[in-house]
């Protein structure tokens, strides 16, 4: 062979020059290691071209038989190969891929030829898509039979002597070819052994593409979810990075919704930014109609969660970025950041500023806000922003200059403005002062301190909304009670607390609520209104 007369001549010339002088220079030895290495690789894996392959795959086509090694060796290297115009696999024939296997299967008595052979199909197995949309049918089946085909002939490719690499890769990494081929990488990624798969990739040429790679970040999706809940969110920022990785694309639907569901299980459900900003750039707003296809693919307390996220991030960056004079508004901020859980959807009123500004914040706060995104239209200064929330049958609309009252407009008596079609609102849509209420950002008003309390009052007695279930209201929190006794009054009081009450005055009776008489706010509002307590009774007024 002129490669080993050529490899001969030349470690000939290295030993006559190596030991020269007074030491010993192993660099000329080292060179000729790694020539002969590479002749070692070359000789078993060079990559044929497509024509080739193709040339023979025809031939099979044809014939159903395999006349020599070369064609034996580029046939096993197409199997997964279209071919023709109608792209044919060999892979998806009942009837010539079991002939391939007896005829290749042929050629295990002598090792260095089936090895060969055995390369080809195991690029071929590595290349075929169990997972893909072609996969149906004889192509998945047959290539289960390759796996088990390479499985069973693992130990026949392995010789005396060196042997390349890739047989000792598969030969360590024979997972690769069981039904459960990835399980061991999930394993090794919370161990923290994040090379262990990149040895096998390397030394089989895995390509990018390849389902073992999908196969690999869905282990450790897995791996990761059955971890408790502090192990688990250890792990999160790792699998986000790998899933945003363009070539694990198609495995973002699948690995965000296993990810999505285990958060949403966590004790305590803590804001995870990076898992919101996340799922939101590659699933869209979760509340938007449009965007609903995907969100289906998690649990509704996990498309919940981030909703609720985002509403907070949107309140956020509103306060804190789209306010017009650029101060941090905490206090309009932390007010409607309690009520971010009943909020049912937001829509956001741009100025000039912040709708055209390329700051990187900017740009990304208008990727989030998008299918809700309306430019204001006259709305004073370019740097001036509204956003309307709505709350059950309201719509509350609040702007970015301070100094502004909040307006609310009831929804089922119809909006001034149009959120539906409307691409852009102007100041006077906004502040219609002949359907809407104002509630205003003013402290010491109507016997309030602050207009926190009064506001949370007014909420939850004209429109019934509170920011938490389990969140005794206003004035009641802070240890008030209300001056008049009106029916709307006494009903708000008794859902306050969660009291039943009874109206007997239509039949001579009284009205009675059933409290007892341990709880000082309950009894100091009864009693403030004129109800007497009659123990075993409960609370009675003519």
Known sequence: M?????????????????????????????????????????????????DLIQESLLRFHKSGTVTNLKDARLICRGVATPIGAKHVRLIDDTILFPKLMDCIDQYSAEPRKFRRCYRGLLSSYFSFDPGGDDSVGAGYGNWKRLRTFLSEHLKTIQTGGTNPDWVGAITAHQNLLSDKPC??????????RKGDFEEAETHLDISGASWVGRSVVQAMVSAASNLDDDGFKQHLPELLRLLNEPRHASLVD??????????????????????????????????????????????EAARKMVADWLKLDFLKQFFELLSADGSNDTRRLDFWARYHTRIDDMYFVLGRYA?????????????????????????????????IMTIGD?????????????????????????????????????????????????????????????????????????????????????????????????????????????DRRDAGGQYWIDADNSNRVISSQLKAWGFGYREGRGWGHN
């Open 2 to 50: 002129k490669a080993l007369d050529a490899l001969r001549q030349s470690l000939t010339a290295t030993n006559r020059s190596a030991f020269q002088g007074l030491h010993f220079d192993q660099r000329a030895i080292e060179q000729e290691l790694k020539k002969l290495k590479d002749w070692l690789k070359d000789s078993d894996e060079n990559s044929p071209s497509v």
């Open 394 to 502: 309201y719509a509350f609309v609040e702007f970015g200059t301070t100094g502004n009252a909040a307006y609310v407009y009831q929804i089922s008596s119809g909006l001034p403005f149009d959120l539906v079609n409307a691409t852009t609102l102007s100041s006077s849509n906004l502040k219609d002062k002949y359907s809407a209420e104002r509630l205003m950002h003013k402290d010491n008003v109507h016997g309030y301190a602050k207009w926190e309390e009064r506001i949370d009052s007014h909420l939850f007695l004209k429109y019934d909304i509170r920011a938490k279930d389990d969140e005794l209201p206003e004035p009641w929190r802070s240890g008030s009670w209300l001056a008049e006794g009106t029916m709307r009054n006494i009903e708000a009081f008794c859902r306050a607390f969660s009291l039943n009450f009874e």
């Open 183 to 192: 399980e061991r990488y999930g394993t090794a990624f919370l161990e923290g």
């Open 355 to 387: 709708m055209h500004n390329r700051i990187p914040a900017f740009i990304e706060l208008r990727k989030k806000m998008e299918g809700r995104l309306l430019a204001f239209q006259g709305g004073g200064a370019p740097e001036n922003n509204a956003f």
């Open 254 to 299: 699948n690995g965000l919704s296993q990810i999505l569901d285990r958060y949403s299980q966590t004790t305590p459900l803590a804001m995870h930014p990076g898992l919101c900003n996340f799922a939101v750039e590659h699933w869209k707003n979760p509340w938007v109609n449009k965007n609903h296809a995907r969100w289906r693919l998690v649990s």
